[in-house]
């Protein structure tokens, strides 16, 4: 058998967010040290399916005429199992199980419910695997926008002001759901779903007549939402942070970057972010103060403590003349060779292979059960 540690990349996934999954999977195997690792794909179709991709059909990935490529349902499915010699993951086909693989540790490349939210995470812990990035419980908080807002307050760091709002709570008291946010909230408005990324389904809202049918939309994403007041004039910065277990902090958070974006209503959706190649532009560095600077690296550690999370995140804050308030932490932030995260790390004097490379060891180091 090889001494090479074997990572499984999984990616695809049943949420909105199953394409850029895919292109995250591209970059990152194309980065993977194949002298350090044997790598084995993994996907997972949008109706849940699971299947075992071949690494040449992963590196293929792109977006092509704006459509983002997705896991193909396969002719057979893929299982895992626990046995003798750990964790492996097979094809069955028929009554046969061919293509067997032994994993060290899951790299699992998946933004959204069913994958960033904790549910593989306890599958992870359950087959006894490590795995790349945060636990159960941080995943669960950094995917549900309330409950880490929640998790933020607690922690004592700056939080704009929101509603939530349950699936139970509008659909028996959407009017008073809505009177809430009309009375505590100004406009403008963004209404998100709770659970969601990539921007999709959050309407920016102006007026209080929009609310209703903006909160139809997020919730065709997610039936729990967060309403939150919008900013006017603020610039949207991004810290990095990865797992240092060694530090004082137990991280380490990068400079600091920047999301411009050339839409009039400065709202950086989907279709900016993956799209159009001319829908924002990312400073990495931003320019920003050596005060600033410092103030969002130590509330970026402080929000990766506060979800309780490992591995990575990506804080980011808005910032006025007034202050920095922390929007949100992404247990598994955007990870293709351009986006922020590695970007940020970049100039550090961190290269993409090298970053991926350290996430998988950090997995490696970190011991298996309650910890």
């Not at 130590?298 to 910032?319: H, I, K, N």
Request: charged share 25%; net charge negative.
């Amino acid at each position: 058998m090889s001494d090479r540690t074997r990572v499984a990349l999984i990616f695809g996934g049943q949420s909105s967010e199953h394409g850029i999954s895919c292109l995250t999977a591209a970059s990152v195997l194309k980065a993977i040290d194949r002298d350090r690792y044997d790598v084995v794909g993994v996907g997972i179709t949008r109706t849940g399916r699971w299947t075992q991709i071949p690494l040449e059909t992963i590196r293929d990935y792109r977006i092509v005429d704006g459509v983002v490529p997705e896991v193909a349902e396969p002719r057979h499915d893929a299982v895992w199992m626990v046995g003798e010699h750990g964790c492996e993951v097979a094809t069955r086909a028929g009554e046969t199980l061919v293509d067997i693989n032994g994993v060290d540790v899951a790299f699992a490349l998946l933004h959204g419910p069913f994958g960033e939210d904790g549910t593989i995470q306890g599958m992870f812990e359950l087959m006894g695997i490590r795995y790349v990035g945060s636990g159960v419980a941080a995943s669960a908080i950094g995917m549900d926008k309330h409950f880490m807002k929640v998790a933020f307050e607690a922690a004592g760091l700056p939080v704009w002001p929101y509603v939530a709002a349950s699936a139970h709570r509008l659909r028996h008291h959407r009017a008073a759901v809505i009177a809430e946010v009309n009375e505590r909230l100004a406009y403008p408005l963004y209404v998100k779903p709770a659970r969601g990324g990539s921007s999709l389904g959050i309407v920016r809202v102006t007026d209080p007549a929009q609310l209703d049918a903006a909160i139809d939309e997020a919730q065709r994403f997610d039936p729990k939402i967060v309403v939150e007041q919008g900013f006017v004039g603020a610039r949207e910065l991004e810290v990095a942070v990865l797992g240092a277990p060694g530090s004082p902090d137990g991280c380490l958070a990068s400079a600091v970057g920047e999301i411009r974006v050339h839409a009039e209503d400065g709202f950086y959706d989907f279709h900016a972010k993956y799209i159009d190649e001319n829908g924002a532009a990312l400073d990495a560095p931003a320019d920003v103060t050596p005060e600033l600077t410092a103030r969002l690296q130590e509330l970026a550690r402080r929000s990766y403590e506060a979800v309780g999370a490992e591995g990575l995140v990506r804080a980011d804050f808005f910032v006025t003349d007034d202050g920095a308030w922390i929007n949100e932490v992404n247990t598994m932030p955007g990870f293709t060779q351009i986006s922020m995260y590695p970007t940020l790390w970049q100039e550090a004097g961190m290269t993409y292979p090298e970053l991926v490379g350290r996430l998988i060891d950090l997995a490696m180091e970190r011991p298996l059960g309650l910890r």
